[in-house]
């Protein structure tokens, strides 16, 4: 990425406010891990680990008992755990999206929120991963869909969708990780040389690999950084993709359907970015980030939901109609069963949160509102759920035979397990918050205007504008007019 | 990392010096810096900035960074893997006959041939760059410099190792001193 000049004609603003030079962007991000946490921060952080020891205990009894402490049954054989691990892994997309498309797209808005969202996306993967895991009843036998040669001479079966899934979203864990700490080792950097204390210089020192700011290890760093962004997009469209095929390769009806793959990604990016709109709007109020992630920023994302709300809404009635074209009695059953059965409720709950709510982003006043939008992203985020809920579980609990149909309802451990993966996610985003840079400090000196070599001096602004900065990231530019 | 860098007071046969470093306010002149160390003709040189200055390759005369070269192998090396692993564990050493497929069926390989890919791709991207960096390194001449520690911040710097063989005490620093830095410092190592 390079510096950016905002183009007023188009009422374009600038992205750090006006006198938010290098070292002020230095102080703002460091000194929220340098400070004392807020009593803010104590609270929720006690509330987040009361949380995660449930979660732990939930978990402990799961394994001692077996699943049969949830409400899973026959036929709705996947239930709570399957909707939070498909919910969970969509919530991860923003930040893949952010980091690697909007990239990719030279978006320089984002580097005020990429760092942040590339947080959740890991967190996010991390609760989605759990439920799986503990959904198989028998967690010490999660090796078998690996490859390893055994004493029955047997291989995994690598035409399951679910075998599948599992190499797309350890990649996606694995990769996600690699492309959030090289864009730390700067900012690493830059808390290691700020450290009073012999500890802290220690520990920064460490996770820095001892960067030294060499251009000569920019160089080879932007063209690393360039070709992870160019894997990881079309990995995050991948990963919820193989999710989908879960679904989409069955023959149940409701799920055996070709929309599947573009439909998850949609609703993943949707409700990845409600997310990191909940948790970017607590963080800047709370640490006073106001000054690098403007209402501009929030009015982009919103445009953004705006937008894959749009598609999402889309699918939904696509969806409807292909059921009825199809002319298949169990499809067109199926979905007239959604939204007028046993679950009716959690249908319409679906569509007014996810289709209509965020239409309201229409209205520039709404767009800008910071109360609006975050009630809003907290309506997507329970919307979404939803949406995982209805594709799961109403497919299973009428299919085909009226003999083999069924109800379900969660047990107390359902939800508690649910509530304590966001425990867990949060206690994990806290620490986060605490210890590490919240925000790309390199990233966000890179697109101030400042940042210019060819401004006069570096310091004025009188030149920058005529400048094209379309040229690729470790590309030799020319070093003289 | 707080070394005594310039104890001049101490007999120059203790001290062997290191190298160079130059301090500059803004990008745009430690650009120009650049430009007349790379004419000068010096190799073992450095430019040290906060974020990645653009334009900064060309001003040091950098040759195109070879990691892409490292994940295309690696991205043919996890491309090729998977269809093996696949082709021999499916398809030849257990056969499975799944929903009437053959055992050997290249469409159902696709996605674990793509992550598979991306992933060592990855690897080779991050890797690549670690090595191509020679990192982690935790020690280098230019950490002597308390100055140095603003290099994360907001100054800008060049050095110029003494192991150059353009390298020359008085000639070397009046090179930097025509670059106007807002400050030069000589990292020495006290020898021992």
Redesign the interface.
């Known amino acids: 990425m390079?510096?950016n000049e905002p183009i007023e004609e188009i009422g374009e603003g600038r992205l750090v406010s006006k006198g938010t030079?290098?070292?002020q962007i230095?102080d703002i991000v460091s000194g929220v891990t340098e400070k004392k946490a807020p009593r803010g921060w104590w609270i929720l952080f006690g509330i987040s680990a009361t949380f995660t020891a449930i979660l732990g205990a939930t978990i402990g009894y799961l394994v001692w008992t077996g699943i049969g402490i949830w409400g899973n049954n026959s036929p709705v054989g996947w239930a709570w755990d399957i909707t939070n691990f498909v919910w969970w892994i969509g919530i991860g997309h923003a930040g893949t999206l952010i980091s690697a498309v909007l990239y990719l797209f030279r978006q320089y808005w984002r580097t005020a929120i990429n760092r942040f969202s590339e947080a959740m996306t890991i967190f996010a993967v991390i609760c989605a991963l759990l439920f799986p895991t503990i959904h198989t009843g028998r967690p010490w036998f999660i090796y078998y869909p690996l490859?390893i040669p055994n004493q029955m001479?047997?291989?995994?079966?690598?035409?399951?969708?679910l075998?599948?899934d599992v190499?797309?979203v350890s990649?996606y864990f694995?990769?996600s990780l690699?492309?959030w700490?090289?864009g730390l080792i700067?900012d690493f950097?830059?808390l290691?040389?700020?450290a009073k204390h012999k500890v802290r210089?220690w520990i920064y020192?460490?996770l820095a690999?001892?960067?030294?700011?060499?251009?000569?290890?920019?160089?080879?760093?932007?063209?690393?950084y360039l070709?992870?962004a160019a894997?990881?997009t079309?990995?995050v469209l991948?990963v919820h993709s193989?999710v989908s095929?879960d679904f989409a390769t069955s023959v149940e009806p409701g799920w055996h359907t070709t929309i599947f793959p573009p439909y998850f990604v949609a609703g993943a990016v949707f409700s990845g970015f409600a997310m990191v709109m909940t948790l970017l709007l607590i963080a800047r109020t709370v640490y006073g980030l106001h000054d690098l992630v403007r209402i501009r920023h929030l009015e982009l994302m919103n445009k953004i939901m705006l937008t894959t709300g749009s598609l999402v809404g889309y699918a939904y009635a696509m969806e409807f109609f292909i059921a009825w074209y199809s002319g298949n009695e169990y499809e067109r059953f199926i979905f007239i069963n959604r939204a007028f059965g046993d679950y009716w409720w959690a249908y319409w709950s679906m569509v007014s949160c996810n289709v209509i709510s965020p239409q309201l982003f229409w209205f520039k006043k709404i767009r800008r509102s910071i109360p609006a939008m975050f009630v809003i992203s907290i309506i997507i985020n329970i919307g979404m759920w939803f949406e995982r809920f209805v594709i799961i579980v109403t497919s299973l609990h009428h299919d085909f035979l009226p003999s083999a149909w069924g109800n379900f309802s969660p047990t107390l451990f359902d939800i508690l397990t649910f509530m304590g993966s966001l425990g867990l996610f949060f206690t994990a985003f806290l620490l986060f918050l605490r210890w590490i840079p919240m925000i790309a400090?390199?990233?966000v000196?890179?697109v101030i205007p400042?940042?210019?070599?060819?401004?006069?001096?570096?310091?004025a602004l009188s030149e920058g504008g005529s400048h094209d900065?379309s040229?690729g990231?470790?590309?030799?530019?020319?070093?003289?007019e | 990392?707080a070394a005594e860098t310039t104890r001049k007071e101490e007999a120059v046969s203790e001290t062997r010096p290191l190298l160079y470093l130059a301090e500059y306010?803004?990008?745009?002149?430690?650009?120009h810096a650049?430009?007349a160390v790379r004419d000068a003709g010096y190799e073992r040189w450095?430019?040290?900035?906060?974020?990645?200055?653009?334009?900064?390759?060309?001003?040091?005369g950098?040759k195109?960074?070879?990691?892409?070269w490292i994940?295309l192998i690696m991205g043919l090396t996890g491309c090729a893997s998977a269809f093996l692993?696949?082709w021999w564990?499916?398809g030849v050493?257990?056969p499975?006959v799944?929903?009437g497929?053959p055992p050997f069926?290249l469409p159902?390989?696709i996605?674990?041939m793509?992550?598979?890919t991306?992933?060592l791709?990855?690897?080779g991207?991050?890797f690549?760059?670690?090595g191509?960096?020679q990192?982690?390194?935790?020690?280098?001449p230019?950490?002597y410099s308390e100055r140095?520690?603003?290099?994360?911040?907001?100054k800008f710097?060049i050095s110029i190792e003494a192991a150059d063989e353009e390298f020359d005490l008085e000639e070397t620093r009046s090179l930097l001193e025509g670059t106007h830095p807002t400050h030069i410092e000589l990292i020495q190592e006290e020898a021992s």
């Open positions: 390079g510096w030079g290098f070292k230095t490859p001479n047997m291989w995994p079966n690598f035409k399951s969708p075998l599948w190499f797309a990649t694995t990769v690699l492309f700490y090289v700067p950097a830059t290691r040389d700020r210089r020192g460490f690999f001892g960067w030294r700011g060499s251009n000569r290890h920019w160089s080879n760093y932007e063209r690393a070709i992870l894997l990881s079309p990995l991948s193989v095929f400090i390199a990233e000196k890179m400042e940042a210019d070599p060819h401004g006069a001096g570096g310091h900065d040229h990231s470790a590309e030799p530019a020319l070093a003289e | 990392m306010d803004s990008p745009g002149e430690v650009m650049a430009e450095d430019v040290h900035t906060p974020f990645p200055v653009h334009g900064m390759d060309g001003a040091m950098l195109d960074s070879a990691v892409g994940v692993l696949m564990t499916n050493d257990y499975l799944i929903g497929k069926s159902s390989m996605p674990v793509f992550e598979l991306i992933l791709s990855a690897f991207a991050v690549g760059m670690l191509l960096n990192l982690p390194k935790h020690h280098h230019v950490f140095f520690e603003r290099c994360s911040d907001d710097f």
